[in-house]
């Protein structure tokens, strides 16, 4: 068992590889947000988040505007996405997942043309690309002493808007349209064991668990035939129950992405490609019967992009979610 958990902590912490790729608008936030699903078990839910990507950087070093020489100067990408979740338990060992997203974006930059500097500004929102999931459990925690494991595999489909254009007709660039336009696999090793036991501020004694996910996303080509770079997520935290209603959240989280390939865009793919590394405190509560609520902070330890890129200073996500059984 202890080769089990040591393999599900390596898969986590090869996330850290330096190979990289992120795009002006393409961003949300990697937090680990699975849980085992019962039989006959329905939940539904939606969260929100948000993600102000205001500052530039390159590599690791914060550059200012105009500092390193490029086609056009980024400014701002607010993200907002809103995301309606539906969970099925169909037998103890078999669940599935959709995800439908709401974009909200604004977006802006100064384009360096022939005839002068022109200050660009988008601001739009549509539909995202579902996507779908089916978990398969591998081995199920009988006990404290044997590890839960499931495997998830999923697609993305190309729902999203991607002909999105500004005030004066101006058409987004593809990395910041809702959809990307492409078929995308995803790829999942989930797990969770427990590690110890504690005293929660009732008085009541509770299990400590430690949870862990490894995703490999594999992105197709897009609208322009545009295709962002590959990506490794990886997520390790806990949760710590304060008392019957509230929970304590933390998570470390992993991100690195391949270099896009450009397609016909005539984008630039020396700015494409990083990797990040946050630190992701929240709390969770079960405000209602079978009615949970959650709240993430999510800070960016380390960032290192290709080239130059915006980066967000901190992301915040939360959600309501609620739980049935069906039979």
């Known amino acids: 068992m202890k080769f089990l958990l040591s393999l599900i902590l390596g898969l986590f ?12 608008g393409s961003s949300s936030c990697p937090i680990d947000h699975h849980s085992y699903m019962m039989s006959g078990t329905f939940r539904i839910g939606v969260s929100y988040e948000s993600i102000k990507m205001d500052k530039l950087q390159f590599g690791t070093n914060r550059v200012s505007v105009g500092q390193i020489p490029v086609d056009h100067d980024e400014l701002e990408t607010i993200n907002q996405r809103t995301v309606l979740n539906a969970d099925y338990g169909v037998s103890s060992q078999l669940s599935f997942n959709v995800m439908a997203p709401y974009i909200v974006r604004e977006h802006s930059h100064i384009h360096h043309g022939v005839d002068g500097d022109e200050l660009e500004h988008w601001s739009f929102s549509g539909i995202g690309d579902l996507m ?30 991607t002909n999105k254009s500004n005030e004066h007709g101006e058409e987004a660039e593809v990395t910041i349209e809702p959809g990307t336009g492409s078929y995308d696999g995803v790829l999942s090793l989930n797990g969770r064991y427990v590690v110890g036991t504690f005293k929660s501020l009732n008085g009541s004694y509770t299990v400590l668990p430690l949870t862990s996910s490894f995703t490999v996303r594999m992105n197709g080509k897009g609208k322009d035939d545009y295709r962002i770079g590959n990506e ?17 959240l933390l998570q470390f989280n992993a991100r690195s992405m391949g270099r896009s390939d450009m397609g016909t865009t005539g984008e630039e793919r020396s700015n494409t490609g990083g990797t990040w590394v946050f630190l992701s405190p929240g709390i969770g509560s079960e ?34 979610s609620y739980n049935a059984n069906l039979f």
Do not use: W
């Open 13 to 24: 912490f090869a996330t850290s590889s330096p190979r990289a790729s992120a795009n002006c």
């Open 132 to 161: 779908v999931h089916g978990t398969y459990v591998l081995q199920q925690s009988m006990s404290p002493d044997v590890p839960y494991i499931a495997l998830t595999a999923g697609i993305k489909l190309p729902t999203g808007a």
């Open 232 to 248: 490794i997520v990886g997520s390790v935290g806990t949760t710590v129950e304060l008392d019957q209603r509230f929970r304590f």
């Open 287 to 320: 405000i209602f019967s079978n009615i949970n609520l959650f709240l993430y902070a999510q800070i960016p330890l380390y960032q290192n992009v290709h080239g130059v890129q915006q980066v967000a200073g901190l992301n915040v996500q939360a959600g309501i």
